[in-house]
């Protein structure tokens, strides 16, 4: 189910079955972490990270509702290659924080992500996600949650990067999230733990990197860091 998940995710030509992935990988989460539910602290554990999720989801669910109501239509093809619709969706203003329609598109889009990937305020659930058998720790690092995020800004990149007001925001928390998840894992004693907020740290590296343009580098860490954390 996991991996029916992830190629729906990954193999999507458009955001509504991309997020229908997103969901069921979201699932799997909640399932894999309270593996051990005759635990106490894998069931919190489970319930946490799937509510910290939600919220982000919730704020994704938006911004591709606007996006929908903005262009009619959410294939990422036919709003990517539209230059009119681009143009048209980079110079409407929102009264919200100055951001253009697709800066707040992003940005709404860019808080599931936030959710997922355990960037900062939502970066909670990932170290009690270590409450899961161990294989499960390691797929949630390498394979699975995390990375989601990470890509699917790659793949609203061309959206993000119309607007600056919103890479910035994308690059502060990116940076942020990378120092004082490093930070944080100094300080901590079970072995999991520090695995966990590296890669939060990891992930904040790569966002920040989204941040200022460079797509190709954080691609390149995404796997590299796959790799090195299973």
Known sequence: LFAFGMYVLVLSDNLLTMFVGWEIMGLCSY???GFWYGKESARNAAIKAF????????F?????????????????????????LMHALATTATPILGLSAAGLIAVLLFIGTVGKSAQWPLHVWLPDAMEGPTPVSAMIHAATMVS??????IRMFPLLSLDGGAMTVVAFIGT???IFAATIAVAQNDIKRVLAYSTISQLGFMIAALGIGAY???AFHLVTHAFFKA
Do not use: C, H, P, Q
Not at 51 to 58: A, E, L, N, P, Q
Not at 148 to 153: C, D, K, L, S
């Open 216 to 218: 190709v580098a954080a």
């Open 51 to 58: 509510m910290t999720t939600r919220i982000g989801d919730v």
């Open 60 to 84: 994704m669910l938006l911004g591709i509702s606007y996006l929908y109501s903005a262009t009619g239509t959410l294939s990422f093809r036919e709003i990517f290659t539209n230059e009119e």
């Open 31 to 33: 399932l894999l972490i």
């Open 176 to 178: 942020f999230t990378a």
């Open 148 to 153: 989601a995020g990470v890509y699917a800004v």
